[in-house]
């Protein structure tokens, strides 16, 4: 999606329907809208970063790695404060304004956790408003996107190693069987669709059982590794990544028995 794509769906996302033709409420929220959502990051920015986030998760780099999901909590935030505040004459619309801000930002990031990562957020479509919603939100964008190159490093070097200690592989073919279990691996992934053991695999145990316990409770549902992936056929700096680290650790292993 480009920015020009994210600008309109933007502009179509705040315009509430116009179901009885109301021109005059269509004006109040144009004029609510020019200083309702307020803040370092533009609407705009927050809302194609993230879906550029949710598109290229495996290369995000330092700067990338941006929390846009906490960014935007913090500005709506902020700005019903200082609106309440204010209380100005246009205090009214400004708040609907920012109501439907938050909406289109509920939309948006349902939609791309389904497109990109098969899963639902249950939790948002049978109460958006709950208290808690900032925190889930916050947990898995985290896991599965900004974390992303970590966990299938984490994931990947394991089952790797794993599989290596079993086959007591030779010294001389390390990093041909190396690479050989990992391009086996990315394309059984999917067929696997071990839920559980990629996250348990994949980050720390706290970690772990928040995020398990979201498919277990049905606060989210769907098999992300139907599309979650390393692509190694694209981020070959990853699997190079993984190879070296597993050779190492194998080597450490070998020379300790």
């Known amino acids: 999606m480009d920015r020009s794509e994210i600008k309109d769906g933007v502009e179509r996302g705040f315009n509430p329907p116009n179901i009885y033709q109301d021109q005059e409420y269509l004006q109040r929220m144009d004029v609510a809208k020019?200083?309702?959502?307020?803040?370092?990051?533009?609407?705009?920015?927050?809302?194609?970063?993230?879906?550029?986030?949710?598109?290229?998760?495996?290369?995000?780099?330092?700067?990338?790695?941006?929390?846009?999901?906490?960014?935007?909590?913090?500005?709506?935030?902020?700005?019903?404060?200082?609106?309440?505040?204010?209380?100005?004459?246009?205090?009214?619309?400004?708040?609907?304004?920012?109501?439907i801000v938050y909406n289109y930002f509920v939309d948006l990031i349902s939609t791309l956790f389904q497109r990109r990562l098969c899963i639902s957020l249950n939790f948002l479509e049978t109460n958006p408003y709950d208290s808690n919603t900032y925190d889930m939100l916050s947990i898995l964008y985290k896991f599965f996107i900004l974390d992303a190159r970590k966990n299938f490093k984490n994931y990947f070097t394991k089952r790797t190693l794993l599989a290596m200690k079993k086959s007591n592989v030779d010294q001389t073919n390390l990093v041909s069987t190396a690479y050989n279990i990992l391009?086996?691996?990315?394309?059984?992934?999917?067929?696997?669709?071990?839920?559980?053991?990629?996250?348990?695999?994949?980050?720390?145990?706290?970690?772990?059982?928040t995020i398990y316990g979201y498919f277990e409770e049905n606060i989210i549902s769907g098999n992300f590794l139907i599309r979650y992936s390393p692509r190694f056929y694209q981020n070959t700096d990853l699997l190079a990544d993984i190879a070296d680290d597993v050779i190492t650790m194998y080597q450490y292993h070998k020379e300790k028995e």
């Open 34 to 99: 020019e200083n309702a959502f307020r803040g370092d990051y533009p609407l705009e920015d927050i809302f194609e970063e993230l879906t550029n986030q949710f598109s290229n998760y495996i290369q995000l780099d330092a700067s990338d790695r941006t929390n846009y999901v906490e960014i935007f909590f913090k500005q709506l935030k902020e700005s019903m404060d200082e609106i309440i505040e204010e209380d100005g004459d246009l205090l009214e619309d400004q708040i609907e304004y920012l109501d």
């Open 183 to 209: 391009d086996d691996m990315d394309h059984t992934l999917i067929m696997d669709g071990m839920v559980e053991d990629f996250i348990r695999k994949a980050t720390d145990k706290s970690t772990a059982d």
